[in-house]
């Protein structure tokens, strides 16, 4: 039986639930049009939340595994595999943002503009001009790009890092041992979910990014959830190494 | 509208919980009977004895179906498979927690199993109503009804695959040869596709429960098959037994859209010019 006052522990169980937080953070990040903007009527990438969250995130947890076991000793490089997890998130986010913007512009035929700001923060430019008359804006302009891969940064991030906790608890466990990135990435994905679906009740369906006005609003909220039922995870996680 | 007579959630709470957890139990039970009787009844037993948690499964992918339903009704704003995906999400966590903590008292890790999930999803059905208002009355307690599906779901398929749920060869049959995943996904599907599929106005509760028995066992077809692999015969006949319920509830369901249509029509194809 694990002791859950064991400062190691503990520290496992905080960075589970930080990890946690940081997917959660992601998903207000990603800008997600859900079926409107499948129909090209409102901004962001015309599918849900959670598959555009998990999608790039599971990237992540792969590019980082890879990195983990191509590492002599994993355990002391703990930044090289968050910024494997990273990067292998940006790329993939990156990827569907740009396929679908292609498609927005060369099949779709829409200007790219955001209904939320009046200027692009980023490169200054009117948006409101090239809005179409009805809609919640088109397409992918550059702030929700840019905005799409911090998103998927701190989503990598996060779930590089609760592998990378898990498996080294799992692999000194006695009754997981040799199965330990197995269990680890199971594990990964599961509270990857979680996470991933929790915010996106809070944004409900469509967010553009940091530009959008729901960010600062929704925020506070859903990361605080996400924290606690991150913690619970965090328990469970550690107390299944242990046994009883 | 005329009132329709649905089945009463809490009769499917019982279908779900009774009917999985007998399910995950018997795939133990039938191989310790085997032993006993011994001769071929025995032997025969012990090859039958997984199939009956891929059953277990589809009873509780029933309940989940039923439940994704109720919560779904009132509008996600994120679409339907967002439950499905944090209905496995939850059970994954659960029913590992489960099996491992009573990795000694191998007997009590379904039920064990079943609480947690059944705690964690209360929780975060709390968490979405009162933190995040969701504004949707029966969040919370769909939310635990989902979260014990999504855990029994995930028991029952892998135990079909398994054999039987002691951590020890759950983590080596599930979980290192990569099954896990089919169970996580193919699940989550079994799960959120009937409502998904049916949502809208007119949707029945009949109709979709019998697309959801449908799904329940193209689940269990796709884990037979893993099952093969793994444990020989026995995946054989949960493929078989399978394919044999999909064909039988797709019929019924078939049926039921038939039934609801005011008519059907065929109607050709567009035509190349206006008429």
């Known amino acids: ?75 002391s490089q703990m930044l090289l595999i968050l910024a494997s997890g990273a990067m292998g998130s940006m790329i993939m986010i990156a990827c569907t943002m740009l396929m679908g913007s292609m498609v927005y512009a060369f099949g779709v035929g829409v200007p790219f503009a955001s209904a939320q700001v009046k200027n ?23 702030v929700c790009f840019v905005s799409g891969v911090i ?45 991933s679906v929790i915010p996106s009740y809070g944004v409900g369906g469509t967010i553009e990014g940091f530009h959008d006005p729901k960010f600062r609003r929704v925020l506070p909220k859903d990361a605080f959830t996400s924290f606690c039922v991150s913690i619970m995870c965090g328990i469970v996680a550690v107390l299944i190494a242990g046994g009883m | ?35 006993k009787i011994g001769g071929n009844v025995g032997g025969l037993l012990k090859v039958i004895a997984p199939t009956f948690g891929a059953l277990g499964g589809i009873c509780a992918v029933v309940w989940g179906a039923d439940a994704v339903r109720r919560v779904s009704k009132y509008g996600l704003g994120t679409g339907v498979p967002s439950i499905g995906q944090i209905a496995m999400g939850m059970g994954i966590v659960a029913s590992m927690f489960g099996i491992a903590i009573m990795a000694k008292f191998p007997l009590a890790g379904p039920v064990v199993s079943l609480v947690t999930a059944s705690i964690i999803g209360l929780i975060i059905g709390w968490f979405a109503q009162n933190v995040i208002k969701m ?13 014990a599906a999504g855990s029994l779901i995930i028991l029952g398929f892998g135990v079909a695959v398994a ?64 099952a093969i692999m793994t444990l020989g015969l026995s995946g054989a006949i949960t493929m078989m037994l399978g394919i044999i319920l999909w064909v039988i509830y797709y019929k019924k369901f078939w049926d039921e859209v038939y039934k609801d249509a005011s008519s059907v029509l065929g109607t050709g194809l567009i035509p190349k010019t206006e008429a």
Not at chain 1, 120 to 142: E, F
Not at chain 2, 139 to 147: H, S
């Open chain 1, 1 to 75: 039986m694990v002791s859950l006052l064991d400062p190691v522990i503990l520290q496992s169980i905080l960075l589970i639930a930080i990890s946690g937080t940081l997917i959660c953070i992601a998903v207000h990040f990603i800008p997600v049009g859900g079926a409107p903007a499948a129909m090209a009527q409102a901004t962001g990438i015309g599918t849900g939340t959670v598959e555009l969250a998990a999608g790039s995130g599971l990237v992540g947890l792969i590019t980082a595994s890879y990195m983990y076991s191509s590492l002599p000793d994993p355990q």
């Open chain 1, 120 to 142: 692009d923060p980023i490169t200054g430019d009117r948006q409101d001009l090239y809005m179409s008359k009805g809609t919640q804006g088109q397409g992918l302009p550059t």
């Open chain 1, 151 to 195: 998103g998927g940064m701190l989503g990598g991030i996060g779930g590089a890092l609760i592998y990378y906790v898990l498996i080294g608890l799992y692999s000194q466990s006695a009754i997981i041992g040799t199965s330990a990135a197995a269990v680890a990435g199971v594990f990964t994905v599961g509270v990857f979910y979680v996470n």
């Open chain 2, 1 to 35: 509208m005329s009132e329709i007579k649905e089945i009463a959630p809490n009769k499917l709470v019982l279908f779900g919980v009774l009917g999985g957890l007998l399910g995950i139990y018997l795939t133990y039970l039938f191989p310790v009977l085997g032993m």
């Open chain 2, 135 to 147: 504004k949707i009355p029966v969040m919370v307690r769909g939310m635990t009804e989902i979260a």
């Open chain 2, 163 to 226: 054999g039987n749920f002691q951590f020890e060869t759950f983590v080596k049959m599930v979980f290192d040869d990569g099954l896990i995943l089919a169970v996580f996904w193919i699940g989550a599907v079994a799960i959120l596709h009937p409502f998904n599929a049916t949502l809208g106005p007119d949707e029945k509760q009949k109709r979709t429960t019998y697309l959801a028995f449908s799904t329940g066992a193209i689940t269990m077809t796709i884990i037979g098959i893993g």
